[in-house]
């Protein structure tokens, strides 16, 4: 019976095959069906045929699978051993390169250390045994002719040295004739050749000569100091000599000399000219010499650099534009459903209750997806949920427990219901009970949607009747604390949460709020609103952080902010953003590269200047140079560190609550530091710019400047001192007058604001005349007369008697050696000039 059976099914088999062939070939033949038992075994034929087919899919797949990651193995040993072939290559190369870098590098070090000793042995002073005055240095003065600027050259001399060496040492320096030249005193006398150098000054003289040109013409007249030195002195007789011998007369030299020195208490009084006779003169500059191109390069690389990563980072208008759409529908009016009865928009609100009636109409409308409706969810993904946070405080259990004044008066106003509410939210006064009413009616609701998908549900899984402190919500749902401008508020309060995902569900949003009307979720011991909630837009590749906060006073009356923040929460997953990782890393680098050689570099320099290393730090350029290795070592940590971590899939599933278990997840604290990174690219730009102007002291002019603003800053700091107390004075007067009927004028910063706009003349005056004219008068004269007129002006009188200092005192800068010496590396530069014939070399040295 059983092999009668399986013939039996074999051949219904080879039948169902037959009729399966014959309805292939003929489709209409499915509908003349009849038998039910053969229509279920056609269909499990055909189920049979489907499953060894997807089998055999899957095969194939897994198959290609294992092939590929097969090829990928072997890929990657090739390349592997191409790399291999690539650094043994190199690595000769590399070896030959580093032994070069050491050869110079010893070369260049011993080379600074010759100069070190050299100075130290040229520039140092031996102990004096005697007490004798001993002149060991002597300053000669020279001006070019047509050129009008005077040169000031130092000489070393000793007891030995005389007038005739001295002479022709400077003559040969400026490469003149030493016989069309003489030496002078500043008395104007001249000093014989054979006169030790020692002898031609007299005790407290200032050791400085003049070389002046030969008078070869004998027509030529004396000048007024000499026929002054060459007055007949009067015999002791009384009677005047007519005829007397011309000659050297000391004591008409004495004279002048007392008469030189008669006058400095007047030359005391110009203090350019006083600075000039009297300020010994310095040692040559050498800012020439520390300013090295490869310097120059790397900041220049280093500017380019951070432009490139802030312009293609951020570009030009995509964050204004992107904030500008969630502004405008944000603050867009609305219609109640009569088409006629406008509702609350952003703008008009100014009591608690149209923070409410707001919150409850017209943020539903802007946020929650709706049919045949533009707002935000039609050009934006908006991400889990709509957070709306309030805080309260406790009601007083008698009439008089906050009141700080006035005591007697509310508790004789006590019938009446007056009573005294804390002003500002703290942790003693915050109410933390639970709202039992609204407790029935919110978990009534949301087991009604408990057998919902999660991301179907309304009403997120945090509880609005419950209290949450400031460490709960910071942890779970990174909120931050919110600086309001009465106080700041922490992250604690009872949060409620709104699916932005759900369309059509608004009326349901509304009755969820006017049930927290009626449970007095919005009473009048609310102190504060927040409404916060998250979108990404896919166009712009941009998310933006949203913050929406009602300060509710006691008063009554609200203050609204806005606070949007465009973000991106990683920002290494394309190849364009590798590419900026990859610059990071190069501006690392360079950072290293000033902190350790450019830092070395400018310490010796002051040391060899004879002053303290850690001067450099205290300088402008230390300033810029640490702040610009700061700078770059915030950017790049940070930016690892907060932005780099998991991937734009996690964090939208981690906002989105794709589980419904965690709730709503604040990005503003992402958001804010990911805006504060770009503020501190900017701080890093200007630093890099005032680095690069020091370089550009190659230049005279600039040189100049740079150090007259470097002896002004000095002056500049005392004298804001002095005008500090009456900026202040004219600060707090407008904040008393003026700051409880404007708000610009109500907090102290705000009024400081509002006399720099006076100070550029854009302030509108009227609006203070209005409220106080006397007084308005007085502070205005005050502050234009003490400020515009006194303090703007000295600074500049400020720079202009340190201009006048700096170009009287200060000796030329040093002589620069050409372009090309400055470009070309010291050993590359002495193998040229080795190169060069000996008459050449000594003619480029005379020069």
């Known amino acids: 019976q059983q092999q009668q059976f399986n013939m039996a099914m074999e051949e219904s088999d080879i039948e169902l095959e037959r009729m399966l062939q014959k309805i292939d070939a003929d489709p209409t033949l499915i509908d003349d069906l009849q038998d039910s038992d053969v229509a279920k075994k056609l269909y499990k034929l055909l189920r049979q045929e489907q499953q060894r087919s997807e089998v055999y899919q899957l095969n194939l797949t897994k198959k290609m699978q294992r092939l590929k990651a097969d090829l990928d193995e072997r890929t990657e040993k090739v390349e592997q051993i191409q790399r291999n072939l690539l650094s043994e290559e190199r690595k000769y190369a590399d070896a030959n390169f580093t032994s070069q870098r050491e050869r110079q590098y010893r070369a260049q070090t011993q080379e600074e250390k010759i100069r070190g000793h050299l100075a130290e042995a040229l520039f140092s002073k031996a102990a004096s045994t005697e007490d004798s005055f001993e002149l060991d240095t002597v300053v000669i003065s020279y001006v070019r002719l047509g050129d009008g600027m005077r040169y000031n050259l130092t000489f070393r001399v000793d007891y030995s040295t005389t007038v005739q060496d001295l002479r022709l040492c400077a003559c040969r320096y400026w490469g003149i004739k030493s016989e069309d030249y003489i030496l002078k005193t ?93 300020t010994r003169a310095g040692k040559p500059s050498e800012h020439v010499a520390k300013i090295k191109l490869r310097d120059v390069i790397f900041y220049l690389v280093l500017l380019a650099l951070s432009m490139w990563s802030y312009s293609t980072r951020r570009p030009v208008g995509r964050d204004y534009w992107l904030i500008r759409g969630f502004s405008e529908q944000l603050q867009r009016p609305l219609y109640r459903p009569d088409g006629v009865t406008p509702a609350t928009s952003l703008n008009d609100i100014a009591t608690a209750e149209d923070a409410v009636s707001w919150i409850g109409y017209t943020l539903p409308r802007v946020v929650m997806s709706t049919v045949n409706s533009t707002n935000l969810a039609s050009k934006n ?154 979108a990404y837009n896919f166009d712009l590749d941009m998310w933006v952080a949203a913050e929406l906060a009602f300060e509710l006073s006691p008063s009554g009356a609200p203050t609204t902010s806005v606070e949007l923040k465009p973000f991106r929460p990683r920002i290494s997953e394309t190849r364009v953003e590798q590419t900026h990782a ?254 060069k014939p000996a008459s050449q070399d000594a003619s480029t040295s005379a020069a």
């Open 582 to 835: 990859y610059s990071d890393y190069a501006r690392l680098v360079i950072a290293f590269y000033i902190a350790v050689f450019v830092g070395n570099a400018e310490r010796n320099h002051k040391i060899k200047d004879y002053k303290a290393g850690c001067l450099y730090y205290t300088s402008l350029n230390g300033i810029c140079d640490v702040g610009i290795v700061a700078c770059i070592l915030v950017v790049v940590i940070w930016r690892a560190v907060g932005f780099t971590t998991g991937t734009t899939k996690d964090y939208m599933e981690e906002v989105a609550d794709v589980y419904g278990t965690q709730g709503f997840t604040s990005m503003m604290g992402t958001a804010r530091a990911y805006c504060q990174i770009f503020s501190v690219e900017g701080l890093l730009m200007l630093l890099i710019c005032n680095r690069l102007i020091s370089f550009c002291r190659l230049n005279s002019t600039v040189y100049t400047l740079w150090h007259t603003l470097g002896k002004a800053t000095l002056p500049f700091f005392y004298f804001v001192l002095m005008f500090l107390p009456t900026f202040t004075g004219c600060v707090l007067i407008t904040n008393r007058m003026y700051g409880a009927y404007l708000e610009e004028y109500s907090t102290v910063p705000g009024a400081l604001l509002q006399l720099y706009q006076l100070l550029e003349g854009e302030l509108d005056v009227q609006r203070l005349l209005k409220l106080d004219v006397a007084w308005t008068i007085v502070v205005l004269l005050l502050f234009y007369i003490a400020i515009r007129f006194l303090l703007l002006n000295a600074f500049v009188a400020i720079v202009v008697d340190s201009y006048y200092a700096v170009k009287l005192t200060s000796t030329r800068a040093e002589k620069w050696n050409g372009l090309a010496r400055w470009v070309l590396p010291s050993m590359v530069w002495n193998g040229i000039q080795s190169l």
């Open 381 to 534: 993904m908006l991400l889990g949920y709509l957070s709306i946070r309030t805080k309260h405080i406790k009601t007083p259990s008698s009439a008089t427990e906050y009141c700080e004044d006035g005591k007697e008066m509310v508790e004789n106003l006590a019938s009446e219901g007056a009573a005294c509410h804390p002003y500002f939210v703290n942790s003693d006064n915050e109410a933390t009970s639970s709202f039992t009413d609204l407790k029935t009616y919110w978990d009534a609701k949301t087991q009604a949607e408990a057998s919902l998908d999660p991301l179907s549900r309304l009403r997120g899984p945090t509880n609005p009747y419950d209290w949450a402190s400031a460490e709960h919500n910071e942890k779970e749902h990174h909120v931050s604390s919110f600086g309001g401008r009465t106080q700041t508020f922490d992250a604690s309060g009872y949060s409620a949460e709104f699916n932005l995902q759900v369309s059509g569900r608004i009326a349901d949003y509304e009755a969820d709020i006017a049930a927290f009307t009626t449970a007095g979720w919005f009473a009048e011991t609310c102190r504060l609103i927040v409404a916060s909630f998250t």
């Open 186 to 278: 500043l008395a104007n006398n001249k000093c014989q050749d054979g006169l030790h150098v020692q002898e031609c000054f007299k005790q407290g003289e200032i050791a400085q000569l003049r070389l002046e040109a030969r008078r070869t013409t004998p027509s030529q007249k004396p000048t007024d100091d000499e026929l002054k030195a060459i007055v007949p002195i009067k015999q002791k007789s009384g009677r005047a000599r007519r005829h007397q011998e011309k000659g050297y007369n000391a004591a008409g030299v004495n004279k002048l000399q007392q008469q030189h020195d008669s006058h400095a208490s007047e030359l005391k009084r110009m203090g350019g000219t006083y600075f000039l006779l009297r």
